[in-house]
């Protein structure tokens, strides 16, 4: 059984930083594509970044690029998404989760495993 937790979350101001972290246990998350997804009240839970199984591909959605990025310490078994110039359009519940899929895929119904969110807020 995999299991994520997911940790770093908090309040910041528009402009500012966070590092998430998620904690990988019962299996290398290198045996996985990696996601980080974000859910906001009221809306579906989308596709933040991701890295693929192998590490050779990365996926950042467009709202985030230049600003997001995605990694991992297999030391650690730790993936990060490390957040920069946050927006107040940021703020939702962000969770980590790891796929069978060989590529990062966008769909969550493909992830095989979550962890239980950790909610970022963004105030303007």
């Known amino acids: 059984q995999v299991q994520l937790v997911e940790s770093g979350g908090g309040l910041v101001q528009a402009g500012g930083s966070l590092r998430l972290s998620c904690a990988v246990s019962?299996?290398?998350?290198?045996?996985?594509?990696t996601s980080w997804f974000r859910q906001a009240p009221g809306k579906d839970r989308l596709i933040v970044a991701g890295?693929?199984?192998?590490?050779?591909?990365?996926y950042y959605t467009d709202s985030v690029k230049g600003r997001f990025t995605m990694s991992g310490d297999n030391t650690k078994n730790t993936v990060y998404l490390q957040m920069s110039s946050l927006k107040p359009e940021d703020t939702a519940i962000y969770y980590c989760?790891?796929?069978?899929?060989?590529?990062?895929?966008?769909?969550?119904?493909?992830?095989?495993?979550w962890g239980q969110g950790t909610q970022v807020t963004v105030s303007s």
């Open positions: 019962g299996q290398t998350f290198s045996s996985y594509t």
């Open positions: 989760a790891v796929s069978r899929w060989g590529v990062v895929t966008t769909t969550p119904g493909q992830y095989d495993y």
């Open positions: 890295i693929s199984k192998s590490g050779r591909s990365t």
